[in-house]
């Protein structure tokens, strides 16, 4: 929160992956110049083609009070871990080396994922990159190790978080090596909850962004920013502010959340 004001910024959002156990912190580490969003991040899947592709929805003031929300949250977690236990205990049974003790340590306060594994292949020596790890002879989709996701769908997730008065915004639509959706898809999401897409984050090609802009402008979408910062000081890490959003469009947010109200400055 200190290094959010040090960038510049009035208001934040922490939308921390299928966890809020992070904003009573946040709350209490709020410096008297910034305003703090409560929010969430869910990922879920949708349809494309007869596939099951991932999308990540942040659910913007949100009642972190809320049980189905939380209920929600709590599935997810605990099918991340069983997923990530599954791929370890497959690579454990040709590499006693790779542990799930070895994998969770990577993952400190935290759910162990895929990108624990990969990692903890890397520190072992059984891969050389990461780029090798996440190869179809690892952990690749559809690969030796892999182990599908299981993720609700898209209109469960979007209903879940406006019932907790939420705002849901479709995170990062044109990252790269992810799924593209077209207009109508993205109005049928719209039809079933959506509220808006993260146009100005890194993620998005900076080319793909104005036409994320006339897309939201056709549906009447609120369009946001965001960094994806995950408050790093390393060299490369993306800085907060990377991305913002306009006060305009900060408005509509506030005006279509009813969940709660953002955590303001002191005075």
Partial sequence: MGRAVRAGATVIALADRTTIDGIDGARRALPAELTLIPAVTVPCAVMVADQERTLELRGYLINVEDRPLLDLLADARRHREQRAQKMVSYLGAEYPVLTWHRVAQLAPGGVPGRPHIARALVQTGLVTSLREAY?????????????????????????????????????????????????????????????????????????????????????????????????????????????????????????????????????
């Fill in 135 to 267: 190869s179809p002879q690892w952990l690749g989709n559809g690969g030796r190790y892999f182990e599908p996701k299981r993720q609700p769908p898209a209109d469960q997730v979007l209903a879940v978080i406006r019932a907790a008065g939420g705002v849901p915004i479709l995170a990062r639509p044109r990252r790269r090596h992810h799924v593209q959706l077209t207009v109508s898809q993205l109005a049928t999401l719209q039809a079933a909850g959506l509220a808006g897409l993260e146009v100005d984050h890194p993620s998005n090609p900076r080319p793909a962004r104005e036409a994320l802009r006339r897309i939201a402008a056709h549906l009447d979408l609120i369009v946001t920013g965001g960094s994806g910062s995950r408050g790093q000081l390393t060299s490369n890490a993306i800085p907060i502010g990377a991305g913002t959003t306009s006060r305009a469009m900060y408005e509509r947010l506030l005006t279509a959340a009813s969940g709660t109200q953002p955590n303001a400055p002191r005075r």
